[in-house]
C-alpha cells in the first residue's frame, strides 16, 4: 500500500534519497509542434522543484502512458519532474509519424528530444536538466551528450546501440537494424553488408559523434544482454575514456536487456540519482 523508496545505509547512518514522503505528484500532458509528428510529452510533476530528467523510452517502437513506472516515481519522489516524451517512431502516433524513423534513426526521434529539451528551458528554467535512456532511450541520450550537449547537464546511457555496425553483427535482431536504417527489401533475413548500408548504419551511430560530448556521463549495462550486447558499452567507454571525457561505467553480472535481478534493478537507480546529485 505504499510507494517504494530508495534509501541508503552507510553504517548506521541512513540516508534516503527519495525526499517528497507526501508524494504529492501529479501528471502533466503538453503539447510541443505539430500535433501528428510531435504528439505530447507527459510530465510526472514534483511539487517545489527546478530539476528535471528527460525520460525516453526504448524500442523506438514502443510508448509512454500515464501508469505505473517504477523508475520514474523514484526519480519524481527524489526530486526530479520527469519528462517522457513520445517521440517520431513511437506506437499511438499515427502511422505516418511512425515511419518517419526508418532511415532517419537518431534524426527525427532526437529531433523531438532537442526540441522538448528546448520547450523546458524556456517555459520551466530548470536549475538541472539531465537525460536518462535505456535500450533505445540510451541511444538517443547518447546522440544528445554528442550533439546538443549545451541543452543537458548529464546523460544517464543504458545498454545503448553505439554502433548499428557492430551490433548488426551480434544482437539478436539483426532485422531490426536493418529496419531502422530504412534497409526494407530484406527485412526477415541477413543483408551482406554494402557500402549504402554501412554508411547508414554509421550516420546513425552514435559512436561516429562522441567527441562532441561535453557532459559527465554514466553508462550502465548487463553482462549477458542480447538485444543490446555489453560490446557497445564497452565500444562507448573506451571511446569516451580515449578522449579524456567524464564517464563511469556499470556493469551488472548476471542480468540481461531486463535486467530482471531486482537487487541490479534497484541499484541501478540508486546509482543513476548519486549521479543526478553529482555527475
Not at 519528462?83 to 505516418?96: F, K, M, Q, R
Not at 551480434?170 to 534497409?183: F, K, M, R, T, Y
Not at 558499452?233 to 551488472?252: D, H, P
Amino acid at each position: 500500500s505504499s510507494l517504494p523508496q530508495i534509501c541508503l545505509i552507510d553504517g548506521c547512518e541512513e540516508k534516503y534519497l527519495t525526499k517528497n514522503y507526501n508524494f504529492d505528484l501529479e501528471y502533466s500532458h503538453e503539447y510541443i509542434g505539430d500535433i501528428n509528428d510531435y504528439c505530447n510529452i507527459l510530465i510526472l510533476k514534483s511539487k517545489n522543484t527546478k530539476n528535471f530528467i528527460l525520460f525516453p523510452h526504448g524500442g523506438p517502437h514502443g510508448m509512454t502512458h500515464n501508469g505505473y513506472n517504477k523508475r520514474a516515481l523514484i526519480f519524481a519522489l527524489s526530486g526530479y519532474n520527469v519528462v517522457h516524451i513520445n517521440y517520431i517512431g513511437s506506437t499511438g502516433l499515427p502511422p505516418t509519424a511512425i515511419r518517419k524513423i526508418f532511415g532517419n534513426c537518431g534524426k527525427a526521434d532526437l529531433e523531438t528530444l532537442v526540441i522538448t529539451a528546448k520547450y523546458i528551458k524556456k517555459k520551466y528554467s530548470p536549475e538541472k536538466l539531465g537525460i536518462w535512456g535505456f535500450s533505445h532511450g540510451g541511444f538517443l541520450s547518447t546522440h544528445m551528450a554528442a550533439k546538443h550537449s549545451d541543452l543537458i547537464d548529464f546523460a544517464v546511457i543504458g545498454a545503448p546501440v553505439i554502433n548499428f555496425i557492430s551490433c548488426y553483427y551480434s544482437c539478436d535482431i539483426p532485422d531490426w537494424a536493418l529496419d531502422e536504417s530504412g534497409i526494407r527489401d530484406n527485412w526477415y533475413a541477413e543483408k551482406k553488408m554494402d557500402k549504402e548500408l554501412f554508411d547508414k548504419m554509421w550516420d546513425m551511430s552514435p559512436l561516429k559523434y562522441i567527441e562532441g560530448v561535453n557532459v559527465p556521463c554514466l553508462i550502465i549495462h548487463g553482462d549477458i544482454d542480447r538485444r543490446v550486447p555489453l560490446g557497445q558499452s564497452i565500444e562507448l567507454y573506451t571511446a569516451l575514456k580515449r578522449m579524456g571525457k567524464k564517464v563511469k561505467f556499470y556493469q551488472y553480472e548476471g542480468n540481461g536487456h531486463s535486467f530482471k535481478h531486482v537487487s541490479a534493478a534497484d541499484d541501478m537507480i540508486a546509482v543513476s540519482l548519486a549521479f543526478f546529485e553529482d555527475p
